[in-house]
């Protein structure tokens, strides 16, 4: 069984920054999962903010626009664990974060329909 569990959020001011952590507990064969960060904000569908392939590689990440260039995916394969690092925060970037697991050995994706595993979520408030 597929266990995920996020942690880090948190409130923050408007330029601020956080560091989520996605924890994969035991069990699973981690390193043969991609990982996806999502985010669901009131009164919005989930959305696909980054996700990271096997190997951690720049070539296996991907960031959706809003988010290029102000958050970082990484993995530790070897701590089954996978960091989003998030900086110049904006107020809309307020939402609950979700990380996900998807067993892709190829490449990674934002689509959330693709993911079977799902942790509790994060909150994150940015104040403006």
């Known amino acids: 069984e597929v266990q995920l569990v996020e942690s880090g959020g948190g409130l923050v001011q408007a330029g601020g920054s956080l560091r989520l952590s996605c924890a994969a507990a035991s069990g699973f064969n981690f390193a043969n999962y991609a990982i996806g960060w999502f985010r669901q904000a009131p009164g919005r569908e989930r959305e696909g903010v980054s996700c990271i392939g096997v190997s951690g590689g720049d070539e296996n990440i991907y960031y959706e626009g809003f988010v290029k260039g102000r958050f970082t995916i990484s993995r530790d394969n070897a701590k089954r664990m996978v960091y989003l690092e998030m900086n110049r925060l904006k107020p809309e970037d307020t939402a609950v974060y979700y990380c996900?697991?998807?067993?892709?050995?190829?490449?990674?994706?934002?689509?959330?329909?693709?993911?079977?595993?799902w942790g509790q979520g994060t909150q994150v408030t940015v104040s403006s």
């Open positions: 996900a697991a998807e067993r892709n050995t190829l490449g990674c994706t934002v689509v959330p329909e693709m993911f079977d595993e």
